[in-house]
């Protein structure tokens, strides 16, 4: 990893391109992936935070790995929830998960933040078909998310969003926390992945990506369908957010089946 004093360009743009490639250089995140005026909207108040004159000044504070890994989680938005948007994992339940074949399952969910959607996705297989051993990956980016999904324990005001049903049935009350019972814990494995850098691996019936796409370039979404085509099964599923329609699913081998799912053909 390179940590070279940074020779920095006068003008913003040039300066935003030098960002860019600092944070590659350092094996962070690649930016320029992602949609420049959202991304050029936050690293200002990332500036404001930091108190740093301007980005010239930050691609040299990137020498902290401190700064680098705070800089990193304030890029990314991380907003998340236990069963976000409810009505679509009864749809999931009901119209998706009755066409996977009936043994155990392979789940990816990318971009899983602080592991809500992985851990909901596991209480639902786990709801449904009890006796099967299902395999979840929750993966993202964000390392201080990935190392509370791995506590598995939430605090009542994270739980929001989660029927009443699955609180009672997979959670343990520890204190001011609710843990994820170890038989939904042992289901769901964690790590650090990222959809812009790394490969994707294969064999997966249903793939989550929910809430992420939306801050990527089209060029880089289109490089991402593409590989979550090939980790899918025939006949695999994709389920994306409320804003992440595909207007060109059959360019990646995906045909719609139903409004947030994709079938892989
Ligand atoms: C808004 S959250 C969505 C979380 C969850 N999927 C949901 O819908 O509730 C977006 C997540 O995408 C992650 N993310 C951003 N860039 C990523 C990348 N290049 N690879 C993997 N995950 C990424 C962020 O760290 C964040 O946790």
């Given amino acids: ?32 992936a992602y949609k420049s005026p959202q991304v050029q909207r936050r690293l200002v108040s990332f500036l404001e935070k930091r108190r740093l004159p301007n980005l010239a000044a930050l691609a040299r504070a990137l020498d902290d790995p401190g700064c680098l890994e705070d800089l990193k989680v304030f890029l990314t938005i991380n907003v998340t929830e236990f069963f976000r948007n409810y009505e679509r ?8 998960l009755p066409q996977l ?12 933040s602080n592991g809500a959607e992985a851990y909901s996705l ?30 598995g324990l ?61 801050y990527f370039t089209e060029e880089a979404r289109a490089k991402i369908y593409r590989g979550f085509r090939k980790a899918l099964e025939p006949e695999g599923f994709l389920f994306v957010g409320g804003t992440e329609t595909l207007l ?10 139903r409004p947030f799912f994709y079938r892989a053909v």
């Fill in 1 to 32: 990893m390179s940590t070279k004093p940074a020779v920095l360009p006068r003008d913003p743009d040039s300066s935003y391109l030098f960002l860019c490639r600092r944070l590659r250089e350092l094996g962070a995140m690649d930016l320029a």
């Fill in 89 to 96: 994992f009864v749809e999931l339940d009901e119209h998706v």
């Fill in 101 to 112: 074949p009936a043994g155990n399952l392979r789940v990816w969910s990318a971009g899983c």
């Fill in 122 to 151: 596991a209480m639902l297989l786990h709801k449904g078909r009890p006796a099967v051993e299902h395999h979840i990956w929750g993966t993202d980016i964000n390392g201080p998310g990935l190392a509370k999904a791995e506590t």
């Fill in 154 to 214: 939430y605090t009542l005001p994270e739980l929001k969003g989660l029927p009443r049903e699955y609180l009672q049935t997979c959670f343990l009350a520890e204190g001011q926390f609710h843990r994820v019972h170890p038989e939904i814990r042992r289901m769901v494995r964690f790590a650090h992945h990222d959809l812009l850098r790394h490969t994707f691996p294969a064999g997966y019936h249903l793939i989550a990506c929910r809430n992420v796409m939306i």
């Fill in 248 to 257: 060109n699913s059959p360019d990646f081998g995906l045909v719609q089946y």
